[in-house]
């Protein structure tokens, strides 16, 4: 199965988007349903990224906060385009806590917006992984369950979802290689009726039905791969805490520097 079958990182309206940032950017790749390899049609395009905040506006203002995130939601020649991007400051606090979401940006290869600053966070991502991350898997896998029990008709969506978190949990305590594509994921660890379900979202609606008959027969290997990230997390050899922060401070202290 074609790992990526859309990539959106060179269409204009997502360059456009990158483009009419308000902040010089360190990086911009492609998250969501385009990066796990289950777009549908209609899927909207995620990106994420790490921007840089000028000196005058890294202290609290008097009325508010920073902006250490920005958040725009956009729709450019009919293609929803949502570009979430952090301060390096806090980009780079957030990955060296068990948050797998930042690490899977860093590492996705539908990049949009590439500089030296991706490249050496890409080769800090190995000092940022610990046991740890298996909390953050686990615990997206119960708010995807949440999400199917939620609806009747059951959506495909929290389906998928709930296979790639924890197929990606797993290669992680496994590797220390952060996989967050679902069909490369398949690759290494087949299991029945999930090619067929990607291969259904893809010519489909992102709100795609299934039957409860469906969910039903899923029920079992998603019991056993959960219980298999809980297992693998406790005979884990990844470390309990990362390494990667004096790293990550003297990549700060440069891209800071280079804004004066």
């Known amino acids: ?57 890294r202290v609290p203002r008097r009325r508010g906060k920073p902006r250490d995130t920005v958040d725009t939601t956009a729709v450019v020649d009919g293609l929803e385009i949502d570009l979430v991007t952090h301060d390096a400051a806090k980009f780079f606090a957030l990955m060296l806590r068990p948050n797998g979401y930042v690490l899977e940006q860093v590492c996705s290869p539908l990049t949009v917006l ?49 296979y790639r978190v924890l ?39 992102e709100q795609e039905l299934l039957s409860p008959a469906e969910v039903a027969e899923h029920a079992a290997t998603l019991a056993r791969l959960t219980a298999d990230l809980e297992r693998t997390r406790d005979r884990s050899t990844l470390p309990e805490e990362p390494s990667a922060g004096a790293g990550l401070d003297d990549l700060l202290n440069r891209l800071r520097e280079s804004q004066r």
């Open 167 to 205: 197929l990606t949990g797993l290669r992680l305590m496994e590797t220390g290689e952060v996989e967050a594509n679902l069909p490369t994921l398949l690759d290494a660890r087949p299991l029945p009726g999930v090619a067929e379900l990607i291969e259904r979202k893809r010519p489909g609606a």
């Open 1 to 57: 199965m074609t790992p990526y079958l859309h990539d959106p990182s060179d269409l204009p309206a997502v360059r456009t988007a990158v483009e009419n940032h308000p902040y010089p950017l360190a990086f911009v790749t492609v998250s969501g349903a385009h990066l796990y390899g289950f777009p549908s049609a209609d899927s909207d395009v995620d990106l994420r990224g790490v921007h840089l905040l000028p000196p005058g506006e």
């Open 114 to 162: 590439d500089t030296p600053a991706l490249a050496e966070l890409r080769a800090l991502v190995p000092g940022c992984v610990t046991r740890g991350h298996a909390r953050h898997y686990l615990g997206f896998a119960r708010t995807q369950r949440k999400l199917l029990a939620k609806h009747d008709p059951p959506r495909l969506k929290p389906l998928l979802y709930l």
